[in-house]
């Protein structure tokens, strides 16, 4: 087995992560808040738009079974990469289209993608390509959150 890491933000995470969660080849979701600038910033911080930070799913996959240019394409299917910080009902830069690369190979990767992706549409894409930092779980309550209450999704 192969374990890597990615982190996406798309919206509110616990959409994202009920995306992710059940693909054959993820090994674990976990939401959280990166890309700011606040250490440990709580839930209520991260909601008032100037931490800087991102609802964002961090996917611990097994790259033998699924590729990260497979994640990358599904992250891009669950949500409008040309609506700059707002996904559907939600608004703010907290819910902005972002790609958290942890690796070099990440990122050439996802700029091919996203180069692309660009011809192909109407719209500027607004997503945010940027080096992984710190990464902050987010409370316990929000894990999880839609299979703890027998939903599929929330995500638009």
């Not at 738009?49 to 611990?60: D, I, L, M, R």
């Not at 993608?113 to 607004?126: N, W």
């Not at 997503?127 to 638009?156: D, M, N, W």
């Amino acid at each position: 087995m192969k374990r890597e890491k990615a982190t996406f933000a798309a919206g509110c995470f616990w959409g994202v992560e009920g995306a992710f969660a059940n693909l054959s080849g993820v090994l674990a979701t976990q939401v959280g808040y990166t890309g700011g600038a606040m250490e440990n910033p709580s839930y209520e911080d991260v909601c008032t738009g100037t931490t800087g930070h991102a609802e964002s799913v961090q996917v611990e996959y097994d790259a033998d079974q699924i590729s990260y240019q497979a994640l990358l394409g599904h992250f891009f299917s669950v949500h409008d990469p040309t609506t700059l910080n707002r996904q559907g009902p939600d608004v703010g830069s907290q819910y902005r289209s972002a790609i958290f690369y942890h690796e070099e190979g990440q990122r050439r990767c996802a700029e091919e993608i996203m180069h692309r992706l660009q011809a192909s549409l109407s719209k500027r894409m607004v997503t945010q390509l940027v080096p992984a930092g710190p990464f902050y779980p987010a409370e316990e309550y929000h894990q999880g959150y839609l299979a703890k209450r027998g939903l599929s999704f929330c995500h638009i």
